[in-house]
């Protein structure tokens, strides 16, 4: 869906174009409808990278991170699914992740947000739509500040308003993770009032 650019510069690409796989892109919306129809070709099946079993093409060794990384990428997931609770299937650490922090991903059997969207606009009503599986890069300054946060909580503060402010600053960045996540699919996802007045208060604080 959407321009080819948009769809090139996507956080689900970013492992495998460092690695050389080639990625069918299709712009057009109606591509969403076609390849998950498609079955085999010329003995190939096609994976949608949407689709949290793609990880699996990139290979055991893709997953690079330092026992650090991995450590602090667990504690942040943790306080993901936490925090986040209904609005998401579940949380992991992500080996398809360079640079951006977060992406979202579908369970192999649910449909994309592309899908669920334009069966919404054929059926012409609100269709329930799976949850996401949100993915974090552990390397990313933003997950470790979380995980950060979520090891201080309940031990450092000796102030009731200390602990508010990591509880606050927590669920800021959580959903600032998720939302930036849903952004690259699709703005209808999010609450962009929601959205900037977390973004800002964090950007206040740096």
Do not use: W
């Not at 369970?107 to 012409?124: C, F, G, V, W």
Request: charged residues 30%; negative net charge.
């Amino acid at each position: 869906g959407g321009s080819e650019e948009r769809l090139r510069g996507s956080p689900l690409l970013e492992s495998f174009a460092s690695r050389g796989i080639e990625v069918l892109i299709g712009q057009d919306e109606i591509d969403e409808l076609v390849f998950s129809n498609m079955g085999e070709y010329q003995g190939m099946t096609f994976k949608s990278v949407n689709h949290v079993d793609s990880e699996d093409e990139l290979g055991a060794d893709a997953a690079n991170a330092s026992d650090e990384d991995k450590a602090s990428g667990q504690k942040a997931v943790d306080a993901l699914q936490r925090i986040l609770g209904e609005r998401i299937k579940s949380a992991r650490v992500s080996k398809r992740l360079q640079k951006s922090p977060s992406c979202v991903v579908m369970d192999k059997d649910d449909p994309t947000m592309q899908y669920s969207e334009l069966m919404q606009r054929i059926a012409n009503t609100d269709m329930p739509g799976a949850k996401p599986i949100l993915e974090v890069n552990p390397s990313h300054l933003l997950v470790k500040k979380l995980a950060k946060l979520e090891a201080e909580r309940g031990t450092g503060a000796d102030k009731a308003a200390d602990q508010a402010v990591i509880d606050q600053d927590e669920d800021d960045i959580a959903n600032i993770l998720l939302d930036e996540a849903l952004l690259v699919e699709s703005q209808r996802h999010i609450d962009p009032r929601a959205f900037i007045e977390r973004l800002n208060r964090q950007l206040s604080k740096l």
